[in-house]
């Protein structure tokens, strides 16, 4: 009898060949007779394999990948004559790039069916919000507080004291809102999330809904991302149909109900309270605080508003404890985060670890160094507004201390890697020119101080001497601080990470002597 396999229907693999894969699968297993049972599972996130196909065997799932729809015939030869196969890569679980992580919220990536609310269950689905449902509102606050989780984007607040805060805060009405405007250069872990395993996201929504008193709740998703839009609504109606949304979440008595909205294309609206603006019908632009979402966010009610990761952590909090989640992690950062590898390098994909983990193990050892085979010239963390950071700091653990020690951030976990032929000038052009597209006008470091930056680089660019190039480095570092301090949000506020990693790791691109960068 032919095993069961296993097919990713995530985005990502689709765009390299999936489905055309499995069509082929289909078609010829009807010209051979055989009788296949084919899965479209969520993504393991090892995306230099997609497509990757996995065929249940008594030892685990066996892989072969990256498959094309020409490789099938000769995929299902193999398995019909238990031969080997050039593609196969053994046992999924065993390649050391999955082997070796600690995957916690992705624990369920590439095992189950994205709508299958049996397979969700199956594997752990639910239980954390039956326990929320148990021990009620206060103590539910106090094991997200207890369990030392920090939001998953920029700022790395404690999520446990705005779940207190909104959760004390006496309105007729309070709302849940998830930012899921993924935006930074070279993230996925929420797209990944979101197709491959939405009822998470659903439940670590409705866990927040419960315990804080808001009845009702928005997914606001990037309009890039219409399979994820897709997948969340019909997991929506399927989570609404079996009691874990509506009038009585869980059998709690208490109601709690959402929807998805779908952002315009604007960087901006990933800011949390332009974010609000836009869900309120109104242009994406940044509110002054305080107030603060807590007190007064969407509609001027109290609002809890997190990203997909930090909403998606609950329901393992409340499964297995404040305490399990403290067992992973360093110092203030605990628990894991799903770093997400891209750019230059030859093994991207999603990692997720404990932090405290090095930048050198991620690039190196998951990664494998870079796509081209030239020497690693930096990696950019965070974002298009995170630092660069340069081989000679890749020891240092990816904790947000120490990130913010020399002057970086994890943000949302994006390492965007690089070669020795990028220009560095380039980049740091390119990041004060993005502020400039992307700034939603209100400030004035952010709105004019972006422009003045570009045509700042431009004429370091154009000096002709040391004495011009001097001038203009001055100039560009007063504009830098003048940003970072002055700017209403972090799209101005951060701009200079960028910038100034660039001119102090590698002033050559500049045209400058180090002296001359570090001064």
Known sequence: MMPTLYLPTDSLARAVGADEVSTALITQARER???????????????????????????????????????????????????????????????????????????????????????????????????????????????????????????????????????????????????????????????????????????????????????????????????????????LEIARSNGYLGANVGGSGQAFDMEVRVGAGAYICGEETALLDSLEGKRGVVRAKPPIPALQGLFGQPTLVHNVLTLASAPLILAKGAQFYRDYGMG?????????????????????????????????????????GRPLKAAQVGGPLGAWVPPAQFDTPLDYEAFAAMGAMLGHGGVVVADDTLDMAHMARFAMEFCAEESCGKCTPCRIGSTRGVEVIDRLLAAPDQAGRDQQVIILKDLCDTMQYGSLCALGGMVSFPVASALKYFPADFGLQPSEAEQ
Not at 349 to 368: I, N, P, Q
Request: hydrophobic share 40%; proline share 5%.
């Open 332 to 372: 203030r950062s605990l628990g894991t985060m799903p770093f997400q590898l891209a750019g230059n390098v030859r093994h991207g994909g999603l990692v997720e670890r404990a932090f405290g983990l090095t930048l050198r193990e991620l690039v190196e050892g998951y990664g494998g160094g870079t796509a081209s």
């Open 33 to 235: 007779n055989l009788p296949l049972e084919l899965q479209r599972t969520s993504s393991r996130g090892l995306y230099w394999l997609e497509p990757l196909l996995e065929v249940d065997s008594p030892q685990g799932r066996i892989g072969f990948g990256p498959l094309t729809a020409a490789d099938v015939p000769s995929v299902l030869e193999a398995l019909s004559s238990s031969t080997e196969h050039p593609l196969s890569l053994g046992l999924v679980e065993e390649l050391p790039y999955l082997k070796t992580q600690q995957r916690l919220l992705f624990a369920r990536a590439g095992i189950t069916r994205p709508l299958s609310l049996d397979d969700y269950r199956a594997h752990g689905g639910f239980e954390g919000l039956a326990r929320a449902v148990a021990i009620g509102g206060e103590q539910t606050a106090t094991a997200v507080f207890d369990s030392g989780l920090r939001g998953r984007g920029g700022a790395a607040f404690p999520a446990g004291i705005k779940w207190r805060t909104v959760r004390g805060t006496q309105a007729a009405q309070k709302y849940i809102v998830c930012n899921a405007d993924e935006g930074d250069s070279g993230t996925f872990a929420d797209r990944m999330l979101m197709e491959g395993d939405p009822f998470l996201l659903i439940e670590g929504m409705a866990i927040a809904g419960l315990c804080t008193g808001a009845t009702y709740g928005y997914i606001y998703v990037r309009s890039e991302y219409p399979d994820a839009v897709a997948t969340l609504r019909n997991a």
